[in-house]
């Protein structure tokens, strides 16, 4: 990607379908509108191509990101659904509801999608360049909103062009989004509650309507987040964890960065959107590891650095 060109702009027609479709196949990045705003698609089973998003919105906001799937049924292979679920998606979907449940161990999708979390936030788009090109791809398509860290989300090709620029790899075209505001989030528990985690087009009264009042329901806990647009909370490998740390003891997992290898590294190469996007599968490594306790090199504090480093602070906390 040359950022000093100017962005690939094509419509969302059969072609550009079909492009984007190549381009996401190799691991890049396609603005696409959705009936909600446009989003930063890329495939979500790649490690890599996950770490084309970071890069493309300038950091990672190490939230969890919503993965579209064309419908129920590519849905049920990467998460369990259950009744609630079911009833949810036959109301809702294809619509603005991203459904969080519980992610199956074997379901093919990068660490980072999931932020470290057990569960998975889906949705079934109902606009027809997305649905186009979840099928041509044939894959499911991890997609926070196409502007850069802390934008204004984009409702427009032009808003994209404007916010990301040639940091993204195509932008397909298919004017004004429809709702202009992100999909409403439900997260369901295995305790049998379950909560609005960010209010959208679909409202908590029409949920409400289908999952029942009473103690199901649920507007604020302190769970943490589960969810985009939900404040961030520490990711805890469970054991003690040791910043900069240039080597280790005989009882410390090295995470390495850059010219420090360690016994698994984030970038070997030192890139801080490679290294955002293998962190909580390398901390799950670790904390899987016979080592008792973790340490981890120097990651630098510019760009994205900043909010790895703040990850890392809080693991350590």
């Not at 049920?76 to 109301?91: K, T, V």
């Not at 609005?196 to 507007?219: H, M």
């Not at 995470?255 to 590294?265: C, E, K, P, R, S």
């Not at 290294?275 to 510019?302: D, G, K, N």
Request: glycine share 10%; net charge neutral.
């Amino acid at each position: 990607m040359d950022a000093t060109k100017p962005p690939v702009r094509v419509r969302a027609d059969q072609s550009g379908i079909s492009a984007a479709a190549a381009i996401i196949a190799q691991g890049g990045t396609v603005a696409v509108p959705t009936e909600t705003v446009y989003g930063l698609a890329a495939r979500a089973d790649s490690a890599e191509a996950v770490a084309g998003i970071y890069r493309a919105k300038g950091r990672p906001d190490f939230n969890p990101l919503i993965v579209h799937v064309p419908d129920v049924e590519a849905a049920e292979r990467l998460a369990r659904f259950d009744d609630r679920a079911h009833a949810l998606a036959a109301a809702f979907w294809p619509g603005a509801l991203t459904i969080v449940a519980p992610r199956r161990p074997e379901a093919p999708l990068a660490a980072a999608v999931s932020a470290g979390l057990p569960t998975v936030a889906l949705r079934c788009p109902a606009h027809p360049a997305m649905q186009a090109l979840l099928r041509a791809c044939g894959l499911p398509l991890a997609a926070p909103s196409a502007n850069r860290s802390g934008g204004v989300s984009p409702t427009t090709a032009e808003h994209v062009m404007r916010s990301l620029g040639a940091r993204v790899d195509l932008i397909l075209d298919a004017g004004a989004t429809q709702q202009g505001l992100e999909s409403t989030i439900v997260g369901l528990r295995a305790d049998g509650t379950w909560a609005l985690l960010r209010p959208g087009p679909i409202t908590l009264a029409a949920i409400a309507g289908v999952l029942g009042e009473g103690a199901g329901r649920l507007t604020s806990d302190a769970r943490g987040i589960e969810a985009p647009g939900q404040l961030e909370s520490h990711y805890a490998p469970g054991k003690p964890v040791r910043l900069e740390a240039t080597d280790a003891a005989p009882d410390e997992f090295h995470i390495g960065f850059g010219a420090i290898v360690g016994d698994l590294t984030l970038s070997s190469g030192g890139d801080l959107a490679e290294a955002a996007s293998r962190l909580y599968a390398c901390l799950h490594a670790a904390a899987e590891a016979p080592q008792a306790r973790i340490a981890v090199a120097p990651v630098p504090q510019t760009g994205i650095g900043t909010a790895i480093n703040d990850r890392l602070r809080r693991a350590a906390a």
